[in-house]
């Protein structure tokens, strides 16, 4: 039995996922709507957005799920 998979911060560094970014990816994970992420960091829903969209960009996908699953296969959010 294995513990948590660790996080390849490395690959993070080197997609250029800033600190915000990351943590509006892990609250995309956790199923949480633009707005519920807005609400949570204290920011607009078009900064959420524009971060999303960022993101995408960086993970080179289209969806949410895209952006969730490939995250997790890179291993930059358990």
Do not use: C
């Not at 660790?6 to 943590?23: F, Q, T, Y």
């Not at 920011?43 to 289209?62: A, G, M, Q």
Request: glycine fraction near 6%.
């Amino acid at each position: 039995m294995s513990g948590p998979l660790e996080i390849n911060a490395a690959l993070i560094k080197e997609l250029g996922l800033s600190e915000r970014e990351m943590d509006v990816l892990k609250a995309m994970a956790e199923g949480k709507s633009n707005w519920g992420i807005a609400e949570k960091l204290f920011v607009s829903e078009s900064t959420i957005k524009t971060h999303v969209s960022n993101i995408f960009v960086k993970l080179d996908v289209k969806r949410r799920t895209q952006a969730i699953n490939q995250a997790r296969e890179m291993r930059i959010i358990q």
